[in-house]
């Protein structure tokens, strides 16, 4: 999509049209996640001991476990868990299509049902679905059976990176939309604050606008359009914009949200990771160069540790698929038993924390906020941008 056609396509968040609010979540004691136990790269062999771990720190947690019942056997006599049946299993190396229009039984189709009220009008099953499965299938899939909120054109793909003052910085989107416009980005923005403050428990979380500099003047017309939008917005109080970030300031911590386009959020977040794994590997390479070394990494072991612990990505996995109508959260495909665990834990948070109705809020108060633009011929930016939703 090009700069101009972005500046010329308002978005349905800055329409005067009025949202309906997503499907409202009754309220249950205990709440109850549904999990893909097949997806991943391991499936139950890491899906069923996280479970087993994550309802011994969450007493008034329930799980619907999702999957083949063979392979669920040993969790059948486990308290506050129900097993829901599933007969096929969505790979890392299945194309979209195939899970989304062949696969119609898959542990990651039929967990995501859980999430749908029933025909009747039952409320779901449960209030958040977490998979590890292949993540261009799960957004796909999901955006098909739970739809997206009003005033969102695009669900985008949330996670955090840790950050040098001892927390973390959300980052958003991480792939899920390759091409986006300023109304996407103000969107991105408007979500992330939402997950902030039910997750973090920050009510008004800072957001910056990832650029290459943190002049105004700086980046391309998107970029420019849509630092207008967040002023816009942090003038009506809506949210509040620090302003440009740089790709250093996601480790500084100067803001607590650093919003961006898919592709840019997914060069950074691979560049990340990689970065961190190259620190490790020459640590581990010079603490074991020769018997010396050994000795010195024996005495400095404890902060080591430490630092590994401050770095570990295991802590930060649960990627959010922010914009539907309906809670989904992303684990890694490689994650062991201890980062699902932190994925289910997220979940859960933010279903404790009604995300789902934050969300809403803050689209309606943005909404009424800003003043409804003058909509041109052949501009609609609900078809430009190409989602791509293979970030993790």
Not at 43 to 60: E, M, R, V, W
Not at 135 to 158: C, Q, S
Request: charged letters at 20%.
């Amino acid at each position: 999509m090009s700069d101009t056609h972005a500046q010329q396509s308002p978005s349905a968040v800055l329409s005067p049209a009025s949202l309906a609010p997503p499907t409202p979540l009754t309220p249950q004691s205990p709440l109850r996640l549904a999990v893909d136990c097949m997806g991943g790269d391991h499936g139950p062999s890491i899906t069923l001991p996280a479970c087993k771990a994550f309802l011994a720190n969450h007493p008034q947690a329930e799980l619907v476990l999702v999957g083949r019942p063979e392979a669920l056997a040993e969790a059948a006599q486990w308290p506050r868990c129900r097993i829901v049946a599933a007969t096929e299993v969505v790979t890392m190396e299945d194309p979209i299509e195939v899970a989304l229009r062949r696969k119609k039984d898959s542990s990651m189709r039929v967990a995501l049902q859980q999430l749908k009220a029933g025909r009747d009008g039952e409320a779901p099953l449960a209030q958040a679905c977490v998979s590890a499965g292949n993540t261009g299938a799960l957004m796909a899939v999901a955006k098909y059976l739970l739809k997206t909120m009003d005033g969102i054109d695009r669900p985008a793909i949330a996670t955090v990176m840790p950050n040098q003052i001892g927390g973390f910085t959300t980052v958003l989107d991480l792939g899920a939309n390759v091409d986006c416009g300023p109304e996407h980005l103000l969107q991105f923005a408007v979500m992330g604050s939402a997950l902030v403050s039910a997750v973090d428990g920050k009510e008004e979380p800072s957001v910056g606008l990832l650029n290459i500099g943190e002049e105004m003047i700086k980046g391309n017309e998107t970029i420019k359009r849509a630092g207008e939008l967040l002023r816009e917005a942090h003038a009506h109080g809506t949210l509040q914009f620090h302003g440009n970030v740089e790709g250093n300031d996601i480790f500084k911590g100067t803001t607590d949200i650093v919003v961006c386009d898919g592709f840019v959020g997914n060069v950074a977040l691979k560049t990340a990771e990689g970065l961190a794994s190259m620190i490790s590997s020459f640590i581990r390479a010079e603490f074991t160069r020769n018997g010396w070394s050994r000795i010195v990494a024996l005495l400095a072991m404890p902060i080591l540790q430490r630092f590994k612990n401050r770095v570990d990505h295991r802590r930060f996995n649960g990627a959010a698929l922010l914009g539907l109508r309906g809670l989904v959260f992303k684990s890694h495909g490689s994650a062991d038993a201890f980062a699902f665990e932190q994925a289910l834990n997220r979940a859960y948070d933010a279903a404790r924390n009604r995300l789902l109705d934050r969300v809403h809020d803050r689209i309606v108060a943005t909404m009424q906020a800003l003043p409804a633009p003058v909509s041109e011929e052949g501009g609609d930016a609900g078809d430009t941008a190409a989602p791509a939703a293979h970030a993790a």
